[in-house]
């Protein structure tokens, strides 16, 4: 990257936010994620969900199959709560268009929704960090209710991730904190619901690129790749993909594969900005981007919560 560009982000990073808000939004999109992977590009037609209200934020989008509908779970926040909740809303020929269900509410903050089906059980692990666990429910759409499971570990992790691999369960998440986008842990179980032991390596990976969870881990031609956030300039910058190259229960190491940002010039791109989210499902592909927007009465509510957060923490 050239020395301009480096200015211009760097910039845009300190300066932009401070005039406009950041709004996180959902897209959807049809392609195979198998050929992205083997190709290394990044460019499918996405159907951006606009919000009409600029204090409204949805984001880490999620994706359940039943019979034939596909169904999104996602972060669903609103300013007038101040803490986020989980949603669901049936991806149809124009995602959206019969609004969204509320499906989780702890009134404290929730995100990252991760789902893993496992014996015909659909198993729901959202963030939670500002309790201080992790927890696991127990998912019923056809109801659109999530039961509490149990608590799978008490420590406030931030985008936990479970794959299987080698007949072990491997839990990826960062650390809610100072280093919450620059240090990637490990722990591993004999079964989905734990125990879960922390690998001995951690923090396995640090730094702002790569590390801290961007959606499911994707398995190609019997490869693991982790999609992982960029966050080097801004928050949610782009999606690093790397290549897990061993993973085991003393060693873990992973490679730089691709990068996923959005191409600016394709015209459904225009207005979007950063993605730190991606999820697929057959050829369902999720992301969600962010729009600047300006609207001083939402940034003055923002500066308001923040300066509330403050006075919180030091009393």
Not at 147 to 163: G, H, R, S, W
Not at 252 to 259: N, R
Request: hydrophobic share 35%; charged share 25%; glycine share 6%.
């Amino acid at each position: 990257m050239n020395p301009k560009t480096v200015l211009m982000k760097g910039l845009f990073s300190k300066y932009i936010p401070k005039l406009f808000i950041q709004q996180w939004i959902l897209g959807v999109a049809r392609g195979n994620m198998a050929d992205i992977i083997r190709t290394r590009i990044f460019d499918p037609q996405i159907e951006w969900m606009p919000l009409k209200r600029a204090e409204l934020l949805y984001a880490d989008p999620f994706l359940y199959k039943s019979g034939n509908e596909y169904t999104i779970l996602f972060e669903d926040y609103s300013m007038d709560d101040k803490y986020g909740k989980i949603s669901v809303m049936t991806v149809g020929e124009k995602p959206g268009s019969h609004g969204h269900k509320l499906l989780l509410d702890t009134e404290s903050h929730l995100s990252y929704p991760f789902v893993y089906t496992e014996n015909g059980i659909t198993y729901l692990f959202p963030e939670a960090s500002q309790s201080g666990k992790l927890s696991c429910y127990q998912y019923d759409p056809v109801n659109t209710t999530a039961i509490f499971v149990k608590e799978l570990i008490n420590l406030p992790l931030l985008d936990a991730t479970i794959c299987r691999h080698n007949d072990t369960y491997w839990l990826f998440g960062t650390i809610n904190g100072k280093d919450a986008d620059n240090k990637l842990y490990i722990y591993y179980s004999d079964s989905l619901l734990g125990n879960y032991t922390p690998h001995p390596a951690n923090p396995v990976r640090t730094g702002l690129v790569g590390t801290r969870p961007a959606g499911k881990i994707i398995e190609v031609d019997g490869q693991l790749y982790r999609p992982a956030q960029n966050s080097r300039y801004t928050y949610g910058e782009s999606i690093t993909v790397n290549r897990i190259t061993k993973l085991t229960e003393t060693d873990y190491e992973e490679d730089f594969h691709m990068t996923i940002a959005l191409n600016r010039k394709n015209k459904n791109n225009r207005k979007m900005h950063g993605i730190h989210t991606i999820n697929h499902l057959d050829d369902i592909i999720v992301v969600d981007g962010t729009v600047w927007r300006f609207s001083i009465p939402v940034k003055m509510k923002q500066l308001r919560l923040k300066l509330g957060t403050k006075q919180e923490e030091n009393n």
